[in-house]
């Protein structure tokens, strides 16, 4: 069974800090992962994901993810964050040999930026 | 609107009424997926089809039934057996070849309040 965890439900930093959104996943074998963002009352928005290559991987907006296998994470980064980045974050992972199943989700983070 | 609408945005519904949200896209794309999403929980899995005249369960399937007549269209009917579906409801569309590769694009969703 494949399962995302975003261990924090609510993350706070200062504007101009640098910002972390963790996530961790379970799948057998490798996977396809995914970040999503959600400005209220609108649908997700892909930010970035991770197939294959290299462990870091740059998005929209100036986020990037690092891939890591051994800790099973893909944690979001941002080196310097704005209040415009306010939001609620998913990570997504799907089996990369699991056919056609569907993205499962984790419960969200939300982000909040403090001028 | 990324190729995939759905209709109405704001949806009331009264005790004991079935009501039908509209999910649309125009790319060609044959996988379809609603979502529902609420405070706390993410986005759980209520449907999906991908292929015309076929579809399966999500992990919330009771209560919900869906059609998928034509392959831009996948309407979602929350039945009066939905006995809390007070929620936010998110239709997406996926190419099947090399999903992984392209993640879902997301509608603007549907808020669905009983009344």
């Known amino acids: 069974a494949q399962s995302v965890a975003q261990p924090e439900d609510q993350v706070n930093v200062a504007e101009g800090n640098p910002l972390t959104v963790k996530c961790t996943y379970s799948v057998s074998g490798n996977p396809y992962l995914f970040w999503y963002v959600q400005y209220p009352n609108r649908g997700l928005q892909f930010l970035l994901k991770y197939i294959t290559g290299d462990n870091l991987v740059k998005g929209s907006y100036g986020f990037e993810a690092e891939f890591n296998k051994s800790q099973t994470s893909f944690h979001l980064k941002k080196p310097s964050a704005l209040v415009s980045d306010s939001a609620l974050y998913f990570c997504?992972?799907?089996?990369?040999?699991?056919?056609?199943?569907?993205?499962?989700f984790g419960k969200g983070t939300r982000l909040s930026v403090i001028a | 609107d990324g190729g995939i609408t759905q209709s109405p945005k704001y949806l009331f519904r009264k005790e004991g009424q079935n009501v039908t949200l509209s999910c649309e896209q125009n790319?060609?794309?044959?996988?379809m997926y609603w979502y529902r999403q609420d405070p706390g929980q993410g986005l759980r899995l209520i449907y999906y089809s991908q292929i015309v005249n076929d579809f399966q369960k999500g992990d919330i399937a009771e209560g919900y039934s869906v059609s998928r007549e034509k392959k831009e269209s996948f309407p979602l009917t929350v039945t009066s057996a939905q006995k809390n579906p007070t929620a936010f409801y998110l239709c997406a569309r996926t190419p099947l070849t090399r999903p992984g590769d392209y993640g879902y694009t997301f509608g603007s969703g549907t808020r669905l309040t009983v009344v």
């Open positions: 790319l060609n794309h044959d996988a």
């Open positions: 997504a992972v799907r089996a990369l040999n699991s056919g056609n199943t569907p993205l499962v």
